[in-house]
Nanobody
């Protein structure tokens, strides 16, 4: 059974850092397209970062240079390093995975999703 499980959400102050992890089970993470999305309260799901099987990464402008997506193939785990956090980064963060990703990686059309982990950044 394919599952992804997020960890690492917390409350931090502006300028702080967090590292989220997404443990993959039932599949080999390096063979999948994987991504992070976030959803602030009352808003839609936003693209945060994605990584292809060949390790090519993608970021939207709002997090580029502050967030880093990475994949540990030995641990079958996806990470999101978040630095210089801002209050507007506060949201539920979700891990997503898809074996083929026949869509733009920034679109929330991935087949598998985790339950989310909460990140709160206070000013």
């Amino acid at each position: 059974q394919v599952q992804v499980l997020e960890h690492g959400g917390d409350s931090v102050q502006t300028g702080g850092s967090l590292r989220l992890s997404c443990v993959a089970s039932g599949f080999t993470a390096r063979a999948y397209y994987m991504a992070w999305f976030r959803q602030p309260p009352g808003q839609g799901r936003e693209f945060v970062a994605a990584v292809r099987p060949d390790r090519t990464t993608y970021y939207p402008g709002g997090v580029k240079g502050r967030f880093t997506i990475s994949r540990d193939d030995d641990e079958n785990t996806l990470y999101l390093q978040m630095d210089d956090l801002k209050p507007e980064d506060s949201a539920m963060y979700y891990c997503a995975a898809d074996p083929r990703a026949l869509f733009q990686l920034s679109q929330p059309q991935y087949q598998y999703w985790g339950q989310g982990t909460q990140v709160t950044v206070s000013s």
